[in-house]
């Protein structure tokens, strides 16, 4: 149950595409990735892969005018029929809100996000970001606060990633032609170069919980009240009449 890193990304991770837009500073306990023109983005991913764990990532997003930008930090296996537990952070124009959207895949069939506006400024500090995937559930923390819950409701036919070992991927990307405003607002190359740092990486393949406390159920209520800006089972497209009828797990 030992923990996969010891905050050294030399020896925890693989600069995957970027080339010099991903570099790993100091002793190997930061790492930076860049977006420009030349290069459009950087990614890395972990060298170990794992079946259930708890994954947590400190981040601090891109300042000033990110429009266009999307900033990742996520689980993947490999394939078509990938699993994948997503969070995306679309970046925005000066003095608008961060949306972090986060999504779950499972044999390549995704459909099922959730968006929040950030309640703090991601890009003046540093910030937590966890996953922890087991058995039971997934659930996303941000400063260890939840934001969701997903179950495992395979019972009432509800795809649940549970068989595929996935890594931890991270990247810096040009998506402007739908992050920001539905792709409305485009990015501005002229505040070029975008930076974006991670530290402090960490992987347990002990998850630590399976649930949430009580107190964790009322933060949990808290941020779906106050900062929850998309939730897929309310999408228009599973009205009633619709031919796209909701999940299972919203009819539940």
Not at 175 to 204: C, E, H, I, L, Q
Not at 214 to 240: F, M, P, Q, T
Request: glycine content about 10%; proline content about 5%; charged content about 20%.
């Amino acid at each position: 149950m030992a923990a996969a890193s010891a905050n050294n990304f030399h020896q925890d991770v693989e600069i995957t595409w970027g080339g010099g837009h991903a570099r790993i500073l100091g002793r190997g306990n930061l790492l930076r990735l860049t977006m420009d023109k030349t290069a459009g983005g950087a990614g890395f991913k972990s060298n170990r892969d794992y079946l259930f764990g708890r994954f947590n990532m400190q981040m601090k997003l891109i300042a000033g005018n990110s429009a266009g930008t999307v900033t990742t930090f996520y689980l993947s296996s490999e394939g078509p029929s990938h699993d994948e537990i997503d969070l995306e952070f679309l970046g925005n124009k000066s003095g608008s809100p961060y949306t972090l959207h986060t999504n779950v895949f499972t044999q390549g069939q995704g459909g099922r996000e959730e968006g929040f506006h950030l309640w703090f400024d991601p890009t003046k500090h540093f910030h937590t970001y966890s996953i922890v995937w087991n058995p039971k559930n997934i659930i996303i923390l941000v400063d260890s606060i939840p934001i969701r819950v997903f179950n495992n409701e395979d019972s009432i036919g509800v795809p649940y990633p549970n068989n595929q070992r996935m890594k931890v991927y991270a990247s810096l990307w040009d998506a402007d032609d739908w992050a920001t405003r539905g792709g409305r607002v485009k990015t501005d190359w002229s505040k070029a170069p975008f930076v974006a740092y991670y530290r402090n990486f960490v992987a347990k393949s002990d998850w630590e919980m399976q649930g949430l406390s009580a107190r964790g159920k009322k933060l949990l209520s808290w941020v779906r009240k106050r900062c929850r800006i998309y939730y897929y089972c309310n999408d228009e497209r599973h009205g009633r009449g619709s031919r796209h009828p909701p999940p299972p797990e919203c009819k539940a």
